[in-house]
């Protein structure tokens, strides 16, 4: 792998608002997908997995598959155009990258992410940061907070409840050798977690006080889709404890409150380890 000795980040508002490259500790984090797409996604109706990290909003799973957002180009707000800007129904989403107050981080680089939703008050949704990451085998997912963990085996309608690193006889804290499965997880309540490849670690963290903050995974080992199967990993910072905003309980999803804005942040940062 090369070295890369800025911290950047590129997107590609005309793909859904899709971060491209992530480049922190001198190495690319994000993976570029599986070969299936080469042009933009913008107007298709089905999901296409292009690799990156794409914005999923209002929900991760059931309809939309993987939100509303991956399938518009994204604008520049006109007053700050800072501020990338997509609509969804009646929900506005704003984003902007190392804006505002630097993070008290000590790490070697850092990407910070504000964000800002305008919708009517009492708006319920799922919001996720879906990030496939380019790691090598053997990588270890390990969460800072809660260990609660909810499995979703794919295909699965629902969700089974077990606790980290072990789930439903599943260690999903190592991203192993291709094994022909695919399934995901939600960490519950869990608002950071440290990705650690090699001789360096990325570190995933999201602020948001009053609202569920927890972590999705992805961890797919050769198992999906089922007529050409790849590899890929998923580590989301999520707003929400399920994917399916449908299937959302009581406290499940993220709410509008009455002022009718709701901001977060997300930093994603990297160190040697």
Known sequence: ?????????????????????????????????????TTSREGMSS???????????????????????????????????????????????????????????????????????IAPPGYRFIWAAHALLDCAVGTTINPRGSTE?????????????????????????VYGPTDGTAMGAVLVDCPAVEVVDGDVALTLSLSCPGQPVSTALWRNLGGFPADAPYRSLGVEPMLGRVFDLAEAGAGDAAVVPESGELTWRLVVSARSV
């Not at 608002?17 to 994000?30: F, I």
């Not at 296409?48 to 399938?71: A, K, S």
């Open 1 to 37: 792998m090369s070295l890369l000795l800025e911290n950047e980040v590129a997107i590609d508002l005309d793909d859904g608002g899709r971060w491209t490259s992530l480049v922190l500790g001198g190495r690319e984090w994000l993976w570029p997908g599986p070969g299936l797409l």
């Open 149 to 173: 963990c909810r499995l979703y085996a794919d295909g699965a309608p629902s969700w089974i409840g077990g606790a980290w690193p072990v789930a439903d006889g599943v260690d999903l804290s």
């Open 47 to 117: 999901y296409v997995d292009v690799g990156g990290l794409d914005e999923c909003f209002p929900t991760v799973r059931g309809v939309p598959d993987h939100g509303g957002l991956w399938n518009q180009p994204w604008g520049s707000l006109e007053e700050d155009e800072d501020w990338d800007v997509i609509q969804y129904d009646e929900a506005v989403l704003l984003r902007r990258f190392n804006g505002g107050a630097t993070p008290d981080i000590d790490e070697t680089g850092a990407i910070w992410v504000d964000y800002r939703l």
